[in-house]
């Protein structure tokens, strides 16, 4: 594959998928024609909004028998993520779980439903999530300590539940930014955060400017967390193999199950778009090209 066609624009969006193998490459044997698999898209390939699709083995994993190809998706990009940034960022794992406790902004979401049963799956000592009212029942059901961001005395019960080992922002609010202080002090706890301004910044200023922009902002939150003693760090969508093959392990096991919220078609695409921006979700939204 040439360099242009790894660099073709527009980029096609979609970075998940449960699909068909069509071909394998010479070298692949792991995988073989007709395979049902599940994988995420790197950020420098055209993603999965197409008929057709190129990732490496280093994304996919053999979908789960017990799945449907929509229910197998919802998990993929979402689960990646939350692995990005509790494991790659947050330093949690199977063996150190039981001694920390994670708040999680934004829990009725994909990255949300997908950090939780992640970390319960892991034997969590506690993973309090906030969320709208109409979603407390979905954080309660995935085993989680649900709250109610809009509620008078949210910031009196965040603390009541803390100190906070782990902080995971899925959403961006003056809650989110006040919550480093229900972290422990000088006890190298971390607040990381999946939305980063860097796209805003660059789209605004252009991108050497832009990319000035955010690292600064980076510093200055980063510099008022380690005043006490904390940290502040963004996270990003990352392929991951170790966290392919969990989760595929997971949903067969049953430890992990699919939260989607609405199945819409390809036809459907830009309203989906719209839906998801609203970040209101209680799961996944999946597109299925065959409805």
């Given amino acids: 594959m040439d360099r242009q066609t790894i660099n073709r624009l527009p980029l096609i969006g979609g970075r998940d998928l449960s699909g068909e193998v069509m071909e394998v490459g010479s070298n692949v044997s792991e995988f073989k024609r007709g395979d049902q698999v599940i994988a995420t898209i790197p950020g420098i390939l055209n993603g999965s909004h197409a008929e057709y699709v190129l990732t ?20 993929v990009y ?3 993520t939350a692995w990005a940034a509790l494991v790659s960022v947050g330093r949690l794992n199977p ?13 009725s979401g994909g990255v949300g439903t997908s950090a939780i049963q992640l970390l319960k799956s892991w034997n969590i000592d506690k993973v309090v999530a906030t969320a709208s009212a109409a979603n407390q029942g979905i954080m309660r059901e995935l085993g ?9 005395n949210v ?3 965040i603390i009541a539940e803390g ?3 782990v902080i995971l922002s899925c959403i961006e609010s003056d809650l989110t930014k006040w919550s480093d202080t229900s972290m422990g002090k000088w006890r190298n706890c971390i607040h990381v955060s999946i939305i980063s301004p860097i796209l805003e910044d660059t789209d605004r200023y252009g991108l050497p400017l832009g990319l000035l922009s955010t690292a600064c902002k980076h510093f200055a ?7 006490s003693g904390r940290w502040y ?6 392929p991951n193999k170790d966290c392919m093959k969990y989760l595929g392990d997971a949903l067969e096991t049953g430890k992990m199950k699919p939260k989607v919220e609405r199945i819409m078609g390809f036809d459907q695409m830009a309203e989906a778009y719209e839906v998801v921006g609203k970040l209101h979700g209680r799961g996944k939204t999946v597109i299925d090209y065959e409805k």
């Fill in 56 to 75: 490496d083995t280093t994304n996919a994993i053999k979908k789960p028998e017990n799945l449907s190809h929509t229910d197998a998706v919802s998990m």
């Fill in 78 to 80: 979402t689960t990646a």
């Fill in 95 to 107: 063996n150190n779980c039981q001694w920390n406790r994670v708040l999680i902004h934004g829990g």
């Fill in 144 to 152: 989680a300590i649900p709250l109610d961001y809009n509620d008078a």
């Fill in 155 to 157: 910031r009196e019960k």
């Fill in 163 to 165: 100190p906070f080992d």
């Fill in 221 to 227: 939150r980063n510099f008022d967390s380690l005043r």
């Fill in 233 to 238: 760090s963004y996270a990003f969508f990352t």
